[in-house]
C-alpha cells in the first residue's frame, strides 16, 4: 500500500498512477521482488514441484520454467536429488519511468549457478512485470550474458531508465515488429539485418545440417509471440538505440523413415501427448535479448544483435 498511498499526496496523478509518468518500482520494492522470485525458484528447484513459483515467473520465462519443473517432477517424483541454492548478488536495477500499466524493471544480478562459479564475467538479466495495483510482481524474461554484452543505458537526473515505446519509429526495428521479423529470418534469411551470431546465422546453420540425416528429416517452422505476458520490453541505451527484450515459439517436427524409430528423451516423454509412430513434434519458447541500433532500418551497416537467448521444450506430441 505505500506506493499507493504515496501517489495520493500530488494533486497532478491519479490514485494508482496510471496516467502519471513515474518510477515502475522503488529499490526497495525491485529488491524485494527478486529476493521473493528467488526463495519461490528455490523452493520450486528443490521439489521439481511449478506450483511453487507459478506466481513468481510470466512470459517466455513463465513458460520455459513452469514445463521444465513438470517434466522433472515426472522423471524425479522425490526432488531434485542435485539441487543447489540460487544466490543473486551485487545487483544493479535498472528502473524505468513510465505511465500506465504493466509497470517493468530490470535486475542486473550475478549468479552462483553460473558455470563460473558466481565470478563477474557473466550476468544473470532479469525482467520482472506488475500488470496492474493488485498484481505482484513476476520475472519475464531472463538472459545470461557477459558485462560486455550488456550496454550502457540512458537515464535521467535521478538515475531512472528510459523505457522504448513497443512502436518506436527511432529504432532500426519497432520492439513490437522484432519477434516477427526475427521468426521470418531463422524461416528465410531475411530480413538481413541480423548480425551474424550464435542466436542467429550460426542456429540456421546448425538445423540446415539436421534437416535430413540417413532415417530422420527434421522441419523447423518459427513463429512470433509478442502479445500479453510474450510482449517485448526495452530500454533505451546511451546512444538512442534499444536494449529489447523479446520472444518466438519455435516447432521441430522429427519424421523417420520407415523402420527407423524416432528416440525420444525423458524430458521430451513427460511433455508429450501422443505416440510416437512415425513423427515427433516438440515445441520451444525462446527468451531473448537484443541490441537494436538506432535509425530507420534502411541505413547501410545497420544491424540487430541478438546477444542472449534462452530456449526451453514447452510440449511435445508423437503421431
Given at each position: 500500500?505505500t ?17 502519471a509518468?513515474?518510477?515502475s ?22 521439489a ?28 524425479f517424483?522425490?526432488?531434485?536429488p ?10 544493479k ?22 558455470e ?12 520482472f512485470?506488475?500488470?496492474?495495483p493488485d ?41 513490437r ?17 541480423f ?26 517452422i ?6 500479453g ?6 530500454l ?5 538505440g ?36 512415425s ?10 535479448v537484443a ?23 514447452t510440449s511435445?506430441?508423437?503421431?
Open positions: 500500500m506506493a499507493v498511498l504515496s501517489l495520493t499526496a500530488s494533486a497532478c496523478v491519479t490514485v494508482h498512477g496510471e496516467r509518468v513515474v518510477p518500482a522503488t529499490n526497495d520494492e525491485a529488491a524485494q521482488a527478486l529476493a521473493a522470485f528467488t526463495e519461490a525458484y528455490n523452493k520450486a528447484d528443490k521439481y514441484d511449478p506450483a511453487l513459483d507459478a506466481a513468481h515467473v510470466t512470459g517466455p520465462l513463465g513458460a520455459i520454467n513452469q514445463a521444465g519443473l513438470k517434466a522433472r517432477q515426472v522423471n517424483p522425490n526432488g531434485n542435485n539441487h543447489t541454492p540460487l544466490e543473486l548478488t551485487d545487483t536495477f535498472l528502473i524505468p519511468k513510465k505511465a500506465g500499466w504493466p509497470r517493468w524493471f530490470v535486475a542486473d544480478t550475478d549468479s552462483n549457478l553460473d563460473d562459479g558466481g565470478a563477474k564475467d557473466s550476468r544473470w538479466v532479469l525482467v512485470v506488475r500488470t496492474g498484481a505482484g510482481w513476476e520475472a519475464a524474461y531472463l538472459t545470461i550474458l557477459s558485462p560486455q554484452q550488456i550496454p550502457a543505458f540512458r537515464t535521467d537526473k535521478d538515475g531512472h531508465a528510459e523505457p522504448v515505446a513497443p512502436d518506436s519509429t527511432a529504432l532500426a526495428v519497432a520492439p515488429n522484432l519477434s516477427e521479423e526475427y521468426a521470418s529470418y531463422l524461416k528465410e534469411g531475411k530480413p538481413d539485418h548480425k551474424a551470431g550464435p542466436h542467429t546465422s550460426a542456429w540456421r546453420e546448425a538445423r540446415a545440417k539436421t534437416a535430413n540425416v540417413p532415417g530422420t528429416s527434421t522441419q523447423y518459427d513463429q512470433p509471440l509478442d502479445s505476458d510474450f510482449a517485448p520490453l526495452g533505451v541505451t546511451q546512444d538512442g534499444g536494449f529489447v527484450f523479446f520472444s518466438a515459439r519455435n516447432f521441430e517436427r522429427q519424421t523417420a523413415a520407415k523402420g527407423v524409430r524416432l528416440k525420444v528423451v525423458p524430458d521430451v516423454k513427460a511433455l508429450m501427448t501422443g505416440e510416437v509412430k513423427s515427433l513434434t516438440k515445441e520451444r519458447v525462446s527468451n531473448l541490441v537494436v541500433p538506432p535509425g530507420n532500418g534502411r541505413e547501410p551497416g545497420q544491424v540487430v544483435d541478438v546477444r542472449g537467448r534462452l530456449t526451453g521444450l511435445a506430441k508423437g503421431s
